[in-house]
C-alpha cells in the first residue's frame, strides 16, 4: 500500500511539474527585475526598464494563477460521452502521438481481429513519433482474470493476454533498436476496475460493467488533467509501479537455473507459462539438458520474485491427464504464436513440481 501512495505522490509532482516550473521562473524572474531596479535609479532608463519588466512579470504571474484553473474547467466541460469506444478515431490519435501512448486494459481486442494489424501500425507510428509507449496487461493466471472471463462469458480472457503478449513480442522485434526501450509492458494482478486508452494529453476512459465488454460500454473521452482523468492516471501510475511483471521480456521469458546432484548445470531462458498456479516451460536448451543428464535428480530454481526460495522439480507435461496438457499448450501456442516454426507441438514442455525450499 505504501508503494501506491509513493506512486500517486509522484505522479502528482509529475503531473503538476510544469505549472510549478512556469511559477517558479515567472516570481524568480519578478524578483531579480525588481532587485536590478533598486539597484539604479528608477528615473534613469535603465532602472526604469527593470522596473517595467518586472512589473510585467508579476502581471504575467497572476493572470496564469488567475486563468489556469479556467483553462482547467474549460477542460473538464470539454468531456465528451460516446457510446461505445470509436476504435477508427483511436487507431488515428494514437498513431499521431508524440509524446506518450497508455492504455491500462485486462487485453485489448485493438490486437485482435481486424483491428490488429492497423492498431500495431499505430503504434509503430507513435514510436517513430517519438512517444513512450507503455501497456498494462492483467496476469493471465491471477484470480482476477478468471472472474472477468466469467464475467465475460464463454470468453477465454487468459488466452487473449497471452495472444497480445505475443503480438507486441512481433511489434518489439520489428522496431529499430532506438524505439524498443520506449516499448514498454508490464503485468498487474489487481482486480480490474477502470480502462484507459491515452494518447498524448488525452484519452477513452471507460468502468469495467459487470457483464460485457468495455469496448461496448459507454466511453467518457477527457483531458488527463481534468478531475477524472487524473484520477485513472493515478491508478495507472499505480498499477504500473507495484507491477511485479515490468518489462517485455520478463512477460515472454523466464531465466532459470538447472541443478543436478547439488551443483548448478546451466542457467538459460525459457518460454513459460502459468496454468492455475503451476509453472510450465519449453526452450531447445532445456531439451538438450535434459537429453545429457536425464530427468532424474534435475531440478530448477526460477528467477522470479514470485518463486524466490523455491525448487522445482521438472516433469514432461505430456504425462499429465489430457485436459491439464492440452490447456497447457493452448496457451503456448497463444503467446508464442501459431506458425509452423514455434508451434509448440514441436516441442517438449516441461512442467515444474515445488518440492522444497532452498538453503543458498
Known amino acids: 500500500m505504501s508503494g501506491m501512495w509513493w506512486a500517486r505522490g509522484r505522479n502528482t509532482l509529475r503531473r503538476r511539474r510544469r505549472h510549478v516550473l512556469v511559477l517558479a521562473a515567472l516570481a524568480g524572474g519578478a524578483s531579480w527585475m525588481i532587485w536590478q531596479a533598486a539597484r539604479h535609479d528608477t528615473q534613469s532608463f535603465t532602472g526604469e ?40 478515431a483511436l487507431i488515428e490519435r494514437v498513431a499521431r502521438s508524440r509524446e506518450l501512448v497508455a492504455i491500462l486494459e485486462t487485453w485489448t481486442s485493438m490486437l485482435e481481429g481486424p483491428y490488429a494489424r492497423r492498431f500495431v501500425a499505430a503504434l509503430r507510428s507513435a514510436l517513430a513519433n517519438g512517444a513512450s509507449v507503455r501497456m498494462l496487461l492483467l496476469d493471465p493466471d491471477s484470480p482476477a482474470v478468471r472472474l472477468r472471463g466469467e464475467e465475460l462469458r464463454r470468453r477465454d480472457a487468459s488466452v487473449a493476454i497471452l495472444n497480445n503478449l505475443w503480438h507486441l513480442a512481433r511489434l518489439h522485434e520489428e522496431l529499430p533498436e532506438s524505439a524498443r526501450s520506449r516499448l514498454e509492458v508490464r503485468i498487474y494482478t489487481a482486480a480490474p476496475s477502470v480502462q484507459m486508452y491515452r494518447w498524448d494529453s488525452k484519452a477513452f476512459i471507460s468502468f469495467f460493467p459487470v457483464q460485457g465488454s468495455t469496448f461496448d460500454t ?41 541443478r543436478q546432484g547439488g551443483r548448478d548445470l546451466e542457467t538459460c531462458e525459457a518460454l513459460y507459462v502459468r496454468s492455475d498456479g503451476d509453472w510450465y516451460i519449453a526452450g531447445t536448451d532445456l531439451v538438450r539438458n535434459v537429453a545429457r543428464h536425464g530427468l532424474a535428480g534435475l531440478s530448477v530454481v526460477l528467477d522470479r520474485p514470485e518463486a524466490a526460495g523455491e525448487v522445482f522439480t521438472i516433469g514432461e507435461a505430456d504425462e499429465l491427464p489430457p485436459e491439464i496438457y492440452n490447456r497447457v499448450l493452448e496457451l503456448f501456442r497463444a503467446k508464442y504464436g501459431l506458425d509452423s516454426r514455434q508451434d509448440t507441438e514441436s516441442r517438449v514442455i516441461f512442467n515444474l513440481a515445488s518440492s522444497s525450499l532452498t538453503t543458498v
Open 49 to 88: 526598464f527593470y522596473l517595467n519588466i518586472g512589473a510585467a512579470l508579476i502581471m504575467t504571474l497572476l493572470t496564469y494563477v488567475v486563468l489556469n484553473p479556467l483553462f482547467r474547467e474549460l477542460q473538464t466541460a470539454s468531456i465528451i460521452e460516446h457510446p461505445r469506444l470509436d476504435r477508427d
Open 218 to 258: 459507454q466511453q467518457i473521452e477527457a483531458f488527463v488533467s481534468t478531475p477524472l482523468g487524473e484520477f485513472v492516471d493515478d491508478r495507472f501510475a499505480e498499477l504500473w509501479e507495484t507491477a511485479p511483471v515490468q518489462d517485455l521480456a520478463a512477460c515472454l521469458s523466464l531465466r532459470l537455473c538447472l
